[in-house]
């Protein structure tokens, strides 16, 4: 354990400099702070005809009219690390020039939350969007 020194909230400068800096901590302290994922507002479903809907919570910040709900394609696909990755493809405009792929990494989604993993996550709705 790092000396005694000046303290700051109750740590002395080594102390937060043992817990900030030194490996593995770095990683587990960035992988805490930047992945807090809320609670899931959606889920997905499957019905006897292999069709996949989504189904948002009453906590869901927006709540879909059915037609918007209509306009949107749920499935999964699997990253090269092996995680479930959801995805939700919305069609906003027939005839679309241009999509938009936007990830936040969390909901039905599987595996640990890490850079990698979100990495491969990316990658594996990239893949989707491009072959699908």
Excluded at 6 to 24: A, K
Excluded at 27 to 54: C, Q, W
Excluded at 73 to 91: I, K
Aim: proline share 8%; hydrophobic share 35%.
């Amino acid at each position: 354990m790092p000396e005694q020194g000046p303290r700051m909230n109750g740590f002395s400068i080594g102390e937060l400099c043992w817990l900030f800096c030194c490996p593995p901590c770095p990683s587990r302290i960035a992988a805490k702070l930047a992945f807090l994922p809320p609670e899931p507002t959606y889920s997905m479903h499957t019905d006897a005809n292999g069709v996949t809907s989504l189904h948002l919570t009453e906590r869901a910040d927006w709540q879909y009219s059915q037609r918007e709900l209509d306009a949107v394609e749920v499935f999964t696909t699997r990253s090269s690390r092996g995680n479930r990755v959801a995805c939700m493809f919305v069609r906003c405009a027939p005839n679309s020039r241009y999509t938009l792929l936007f990830s936040h990494g969390y909901g039905v989604s599987t595996g640990k939350p890490s850079e990698k993993n979100l990495y491969a996550d990316i990658e594996a709705a990239w893949q989707m969007l491009r072959n699908k």
